[in-house]
């Protein structure tokens, strides 16, 4: 396969296009500046990067509607920015600041909006899972036609409640997309070591799921396969599973050096696959942007992340208040 | 203006490190990932990527320095049209940390409550009672709830069909259809993950544990998911909920269906803990519990379900939660109790009364929040206190009575108080051990000797 060519052939206005390239790059760019504030000690704990992945979720929210909710693990920074969440309420809750999505309490791992009907943002592998099955159990309840995003890494495809809900999703037909970000690696133990089969779309079929398996390093092969599913889970034909294949470039989390997979093997990836450099390529060789075009887009999401990043800064620390509020909710008068 | 490039923390301890290697050289063009050096925690050796783009105008520290501390600049990047010389080396310096204030004392102050009130009738004078099972209570509960709203669904393994393991949702199906009774596979770690995330989606899930002993599988999502999101999210959402059933000893079931979890999630914030004994408690604290807009812990009790109370006729009647109830008033003792320890504690407390001991029982019902004014008020009068409780005796909640009532009435207290447990072993099988296992009417009286030195 040539480098950097993409899997599908996009049609696709040129606008729709830039605008992923656009989507992309602010999450890139956005998680590059959040390692650096990590660096510097503003970040602290755990801090789970998205570098790599980006095409993930930009390609799956361009399937979906107003409406629809997501829900996913604690590698959640990309999923937040591509659902429309604010980048300076997302990087003040990474420096524990009062005008953080969740006031500071949360972290990178536990931010929520209902407004943009994130569900967060979850610390314990897989347990979002079944959340998202129960969001998508409300939503048919309501009957409101509404569909629920549940992303899950390979890893967490191992867990058991997994499979729990994949069964009581089909047997109650809930409209709920299970997406697998299958980016090799669960923390550092690569897909091999750790999963008896190497597909993970087929999990669903003893339960009757259909699922596919996706090139996760193309935007516009992402976007088509969830438009697939959300079709499917919108008519009210149940569950369906995306196995998306994609990888993330830096370790597991800040801390990890990941030591377990060769440096050639990621130069490799973002030589021949990077999400974002494809598109770019796109755009250039069929002359719906140019270099400068390019150029200045870059620029203006600089210009938007470091400003993410100087309010992130100097944003309050929480009240020391904050401590004792938000654990029980006051029933309504 | 050149952009510093500064020592990097790897982990969420570090605070110095070594720089093991330079990858770049002065002069050296250098974008956004690209690896530039090789840090050396305590843990690992990490690989560090530039985040900005430029020429490396000068290298700060060389390689092989050790102890540098976090937040040095350790190389400077030049921007378009820089050079090396235009810029000045700065003296390293780290960052300042974000000031952090002394978090505020964990406030058990009295000053910020509303001032106590002795527990009032949960009912007014007069009312017409009918007599009732904790079975038939709970139901009537769930059934006029579920009529009143919407939003409210009972979930859980043979609800539905099979009309409840125990009977609770008896005829429920036949009202409410499949839709809001519903049955599910034996799953409980995922079907209460799935019942907090309709919580989250707008729904109010009844969710029944057959027992609580099976809910262990799902305790995950009762407290990391259902009792922590509120907090988590900046009071964004939450999860209101109820998580009931059985819970404690039954009979003969040996030690995996026998266990009182009323210390383990009475120790959780976020989570809401009620334990009736009687079937109007049953009732009105049910309902309040589907209306709680948080989640909330309904530990029943199997031998107790098919017991008789009056139970108060009234079209909508509810018990707070976070108030316990004066089951029998007294002078001489305080017996606290929940749940069936109340049958010992009330037992005790009658047969007390033959030999002279006036013994006051409290029936705290609500575990978390806990009233516990009404307990320290009540040994203000008494001087003494004995808790009853089936649980094990390491982190009971007669532990935390003792220890509250200590900080709150030691003056008071003309006796050391007594923590009446089930004992320190796994539920044996045989009837004879079993017996032994779990406290007694006998043990309480013996207690109650004891702290009042009779």
Same mark, same amino acid.
């Given at each position: 396969?040539?480098?950097?060519?993409?899997?599908?052939?996009?049609?696709?206005?040129?606008?729709?296009?830039?605008?992923?390239?656009?989507?992309?790059?602010?999450?890139?760019?956005?998680?590059?500046?959040?390692g650096q504030l990590y660096g510097m000690g503003l970040?602290?704990?755990?801090?789970?990067?998205?570098?790599?992945?980006?095409?993930?979720?930009?390609?799956?929210?361009? %399937? $979906?509607?107003? *409406?629809?909710?997501?829900? &996913?693990?604690?590698?959640?920074?990309?999923?937040? !920015?591509? /659902?429309?969440?604010?980048?300076?309420?997302?990087?003040?809750?990474?420096?524990?600041?009062?005008?953080?999505?969740?006031?500071?309490?949360?972290?990178?791992?536990?931010?929520?909006?209902?407004?943009?009907?994130?569900?967060?943002?979850?610390?314990?592998?897989?347990?979002?899972?079944?959340?998202?099955?129960?969001?998508?159990?409300?939503?048919?309840?309501?009957?409101?036609?509404?569909?629920?995003?549940?992303?899950?890494?390979?890893? %967490? $495809?191992?867990? *058991?409640?997994?499979?729990? &809900?994949?069964?009581?999703?089909?047997?109650?037909? !809930?409209? /709920?997309?299970?997406?697998?970000?299958?980016?090799?690696?669960?923390?550092?133990?690569?897909?091999?070591?750790?999963?008896?089969?190497?597909?993970?779309?087929?999990?669903?079929?003893?339960?009757?799921?259909?699922?596919?398996?996706?090139?996760?390093?193309?935007?516009?092969?992402?976007?088509?396969?969830?438009?697939?599913?959300?079709?499917?889970?919108?008519?009210?034909?149940?569950?369906?599973?995306?196995?998306?294949?994609?990888?993330?470039?830096?370790?597991?989390?800040?801390?990890?050096?990941?030591?377990?997979?060769?440096?050639?093997?990621?130069?490799?990836?973002?030589?021949?696959?990077?999400?974002?450099?494809?598109?770019?390529?796109?755009?250039?060789?069929?002359?719906?942007?140019?270099?400068?075009?390019?150029?200045?887009?870059?620029?203006?999401?600089?210009?938007?992340?470091?400003?993410?990043?100087?309010?992130?800064?100097?944003?309050?620390?929480?009240?020391?208040?904050?401590?004792?509020?938000?654990?029980?909710?006051?029933?309504?008068? | 203006?050149a952009i510093e490039i500064l020592m990097p923390a790897l982990?969420?301890?570090m605070?110095e490190g070594?720089l093991?290697?330079?990858?770049?050289?002065?002069?050296?063009?250098?974008?956004?990932?690209?690896?530039i050096a090789?840090i050396?925690?305590?843990?690992?050796?990490?690989?560090f990527e530039a985040v900005d783009?430029?020429?490396?105008?000068?290298?700060l520290v060389?390689?092989?320095?050790?102890?540098v501390s976090v937040n040095t600049a350790i190389a400077l990047l030049?921007?378009?049209?820089?050079?090396?010389?235009?810029?000045?080396?700065p003296?390293p310096v780290s960052a300042p940390a974000?000031?952090?204030?002394?978090?505020?004392?964990?406030?058990?102050?009295?000053?910020?409550?509303?001032?106590?009130?002795?527990?009032?009738?949960?009912?007014?004078?007069?009312?017409?009672?009918?007599?009732?099972?904790?079975?038939?209570?709970?139901?009537?509960?769930?059934?006029?709830?579920?009529?009143?709203?919407?939003?409210?669904?009972?979930?859980?393994?043979?609800?539905?069909?099979?009309?409840?393991?125990?009977?609770?949702?008896?005829?429920?199906?036949?009202?409410?259809?499949?839709?809001?009774?519903?049955?599910?596979?034996?799953?409980?770690?995922?079907?209460?993950?799935?019942?907090?995330?309709?919580?989250?989606?707008?729904?109010?899930?009844?969710?029944?544990?057959?027992?609580?002993?099976?809910?262990?599988?799902?305790?995950?999502?009762?407290?990391?998911?259902?009792?922590?999101?509120?907090?988590?999210?900046?009071?964004?959402?939450?999860?209101?909920?109820?998580?009931?059933?059985?819970?404690?000893?039954?009979?003969?079931?040996?030690?995996?269906?026998?266990?009182?979890?009323?210390?383990?999630?009475?120790?959780?914030?976020?989570?809401?803990?009620?334990?009736?004994?009687?079937?109007?408690?049953?009732?009105?604290?049910?309902?309040?519990?589907?209306?709680?807009?948080?989640?909330?812990?309904?530990?029943?009790?199997?031998?107790?379900?098919?017991?008789?109370?009056?139970?108060?006729?009234?079209?909508?009647?509810?018990?707070?939660?976070?108030?316990?109830?004066?089951?029998?008033?007294?002078?001489?003792?305080?017996?606290?109790?929940?749940?069936?320890?109340?049958?010992?504690?009330?037992?005790?407390?009658?047969?007390?009364?033959?030999?002279?001991?006036?013994?006051?029982?409290?029936?705290?019902?609500?575990?978390?929040?806990?009233?516990?004014?009404?307990?320290?008020?009540?040994?203000?009068?008494?001087?003494?206190?004995?808790?009853?409780?089936?649980?094990?005796?390491?982190?009971?909640?007669?532990?935390?009575?003792?220890?509250?009532?200590?900080?709150?009435?030691?003056?008071?207290?003309?006796?050391?108080?007594?923590?009446?447990?089930?004992?320190?072993?796994?539920?044996?099988?045989?009837?004879?051990?079993?017996?032994?296992?779990?406290?007694?009417?006998?043990?309480?009286?013996?207690?109650?000797?004891?702290?009042?030195?009779?």
């Amino acid at each position: 396969m040539a480098a950097r060519k993409m899997t599908t052939k996009p049609n696709v206005s040129a606008d729709e296009l830039l605008q992923h390239y656009k989507d992309m790059l602010l999450i890139r760019r956005f998680e590059e500046k959040a390692g650096q504030l990590y660096g510097m000690g503003l970040i602290g704990g755990f801090c789970h990067l998205y570098i790599g992945q980006e095409a993930v979720v930009v390609g799956l929210e361009a %399937a $979906a509607e107003e *409406g629809d909710k997501r829900i &996913t693990s604690y590698r959640d920074h990309g999923h937040m !920015l591509a /659902c429309g969440m604010d980048p300076n309420g997302v990087m003040a809750e990474l420096t524990g600041r009062i005008d953080g999505y969740s006031k500071g309490k949360g972290g990178s791992m536990h931010m929520f909006s209902k407004e943009k009907h994130f569900y967060g943002g979850h610390g314990i592998v897989a347990a979002q899972v079944p959340l998202g099955a129960g969001l998508a159990f409300a939503d048919k309840y309501q009957d409101n036609g509404r569909v629920t995003f549940t992303y899950f890494g390979d890893g %967490a $495809a191992n867990q *058991g409640q997994v499979y729990e &809900t994949f069964n009581m999703a089909a047997i109650w037909d !809930l409209p /709920c997309i299970f997406v697998i970000e299958n980016n090799q690696y669960a923390m550092g133990t690569s897909q091999d070591r750790s999963t008896s089969t190497p597909d993970l779309h087929t999990r669903g079929e003893a339960f009757g799921i259909p699922g596919e398996i996706v090139d996760g390093m193309d935007v516009m092969a992402v976007k088509e396969a969830g438009e697939r599913a959300v079709k499917h889970c919108r008519s009210g034909k149940g569950p369906y599973i995306l196995e998306i294949k994609t990888y993330r470039y830096r370790g597991h989390s800040m801390s990890d050096p990941a030591k377990y997979r060769t440096r050639e093997e990621v130069q490799k990836m973002r030589d021949e696959r990077d999400p974002i450099e494809q598109v770019r390529d796109v755009l250039l060789t069929g002359k719906h942007a140019s270099e400068d075009d390019l150029k200045a887009i870059d620029k203006e999401i600089k210009k938007v992340v470091n400003a993410s990043a100087e309010f992130a800064k100097e944003s309050a620390l929480p009240d020391v208040s904050e401590l004792w509020t938000d654990i029980y909710a006051e029933a309504e008068a | 203006m050149a952009i510093e490039i500064l020592m990097p923390a790897l982990s969420p301890t570090m605070e110095e490190g070594t720089l093991a290697k330079w990858l770049i050289k002065k002069g050296d063009t250098v974008s956004s990932g690209d690896i530039i050096a090789e840090i050396e925690t305590d843990k690992a050796t990490m690989e560090f990527e530039a985040v900005d783009e430029g020429v490396i105008g000068s290298i700060l520290v060389p390689e092989g320095s050790a102890g540098v501390s976090v937040n040095t600049a350790i190389a400077l990047l030049l921007e378009d049209g820089e050079s090396a010389n235009d810029v000045a080396v700065p003296a390293p310096v780290s960052a300042p940390a974000p000031t952090v204030a002394a978090a505020p004392v964990q406030h058990n102050d009295v000053e910020n409550e509303p001032q106590w009130r002795a527990p009032q009738p949960d009912w007014p004078e007069g009312t017409q009672m009918k007599q009732q099972t904790v079975r038939e209570a709970l139901r009537d509960a769930m059934s006029e709830e579920m009529r009143s709203d919407e939003t409210v669904f009972l979930m859980g393994e043979e609800v539905g069909e099979y009309q409840g393991a125990y009977k609770i949702s008896q005829g429920m199906l036949d009202e409410f259809g499949s839709k809001r009774i519903i049955d599910t596979p034996i799953t409980e770690h995922g079907f209460a993950g799935i019942a907090v995330g309709a919580s989250f989606g707008g729904l109010k899930p009844i969710v029944e544990f057959m027992t609580f002993n099976f809910a262990m599988q799902a305790i995950d999502h009762i407290i990391n998911s259902a009792a922590k999101t509120l907090y988590m999210s900046g009071g964004q959402m939450g999860a209101p909920m109820v998580f009931r059933g059985p819970n404690g000893a039954a009979a003969r079931v040996g030690a995996q269906h026998s266990q009182d979890y009323a210390a383990w999630y009475a120790h959780i914030p976020g989570l809401k803990v009620v334990i009736p004994y009687t079937a109007a408690d049953a009732k009105g604290l049910m309902k309040s519990a589907i209306r709680d807009p948080n989640p909330v812990i309904f530990l029943e009790n199997e031998i107790l379900y098919g017991r008789t109370f009056d139970v108060p006729v009234l079209d909508d009647f509810t018990v707070p939660i976070g108030k316990a109830r004066i089951a029998r008033e007294g002078s001489d003792v305080t017996i606290v109790s929940f749940g069936i320890g109340m049958s010992y504690a009330m037992e005790a407390a009658a047969k007390l009364s033959e030999s002279g001991v006036s013994a006051e029982v409290i029936d705290l019902r609500s575990l978390r929040p806990m009233d516990t004014q009404t307990v320290i008020e009540s040994v203000k009068k008494t001087n003494r206190c004995v808790t009853v409780e089936e649980g094990f005796p390491v982190g009971a909640i007669g532990n935390h009575i003792s220890a509250v009532l200590m900080q709150e009435a030691f003056d008071y207290l003309d006796a050391p108080v007594i923590n009446c447990t089930g004992k320190d072993v796994p539920m044996p099988y045989a009837a004879n051990l079993e017996k032994l296992a779990l406290t007694t009417t006998d043990e309480v009286i013996e207690a109650v000797q004891k702290v009042t030195y009779s």
